[in-house]
């Protein structure tokens, strides 16, 4: 059986479409540093995990922050755990609320006893950190149980609460121990440049750049 193959004008130049291999993503020392950083949030350890010298990781840590890709994954990332967590600056705030202005009195019935813990209400639980129960046996044989509780820090609350307010103003050391020189070896440079700066404000110093 013969096949006749009729001839078209171009077909000499017709060939199969070839299949583009999809090609594999180089993965950087700039791609782990933005996963390690989530470990700690330490840019300096983190860059050491990535691949970085540790010499220059003081410096280079900081530096990478800067770069507006990693600048962009961090913050994508951050959105991306906050959604999962379901975690906002207003719920954090609202949660600290309730331990700066916990009120011990709301333990209490009105007879004076200790009100259980399944019983509280949401405000004031959220100040206990831990429960401990001991049991006591008496010269009788009798156990009682004495119950201690354990509450969240609340001076640390309203100091964490001011500074989100901008009720506090952190004061920036610019001199080293017993009043001597700072030492700045350790310093990145975005430390030495504020440093400095604090320095030639309080001199009233221009610096014409």
Known sequence: MRVKILYCPGMENTQPPRTRKARKRTVTKQDIFIQEYFIDFNASQAAIRAGYTIKSAGSTGPKLLKIP????????????????????????????????????RKLYDRSGNLIPVCKLDDATAANIGGVKVSQISSSGGVLTEEKE?????????????????????????????DGGPLEYKDLSDRDLDQRIQILINRQNVTINK
């Open 69 to 104: 890709r990693i600048a962009a994954a961090l913050e994508e990332e951050r959105a991306r755990r906050a959604e999962n967590s379901k975690v906002s600056i207003a719920r954090v705030v609202e949660e600290l609320a309730k331990i700066a202005f916990f009120d011990p």
């Open 149 to 177: 509780l354990k509450f969240l820090d609340k001076k640390g609350s309203l100091d964490s609460l001011m500074r989100h307010l901008g009720g506090f103003v952190d004061k920036t050391q610019v001199t080293g121990a």
